[in-house]
């Protein structure tokens, strides 16, 4: 388990019951081990909130959608500190999680093997 700012505890509870489609849509996939590991949704790790969390192989999955927009270089700077913690991030589009589930699992699932 990673250090992370617990005034963001409350946060990713709160995050956890809103959801949105697409979030909603991956962890249906994601939840139980149906990947052969377990996810955690709304994880909190140093001053970030991480969409989804496999702590066995330190993977980060985020979904892009209209909130990223414009916000490259802060999402630059999220990855690069849960790299430098050892983490692996993947980066989705909320469209692409809408459009094309079946390849994004298969790139997931794909990740998974190789960490």
Do not use: T
Request: aromatic fraction near 10%; charge should be positive; proline fraction near 1%.
């Amino acid at each position: 388990m990673h250090d992370y700012n617990k005034q963001l505890k409350n946060f990713a509870r709160i995050n956890r019951k809103a959801g949105n489609l697409s979030e909603a849509l991956l962890w249906n996939e994601l939840k139980q081990r149906k990947m052969g590991v377990q996810f955690k949704r709304q994880r909190p790790i140093g001053n970030y909130i991480a969409d989804f969390y496999c702590c066995e192989k330190k993977l980060v999955i985020e979904i892009d959608g209209w909130s990223h927009d414009n916000k490259y270089e802060q999402d630059k700077s999220r990855d690069e500190y849960m790299e430098s913690l050892g983490i692996h991030v993947l980066r989705i589009s909320d469209k692409d999680v809408k459009q094309d589930m079946s390849n994004i699992l298969i790139w997931i699932k794909h990740n998974i093997d190789n960490l």
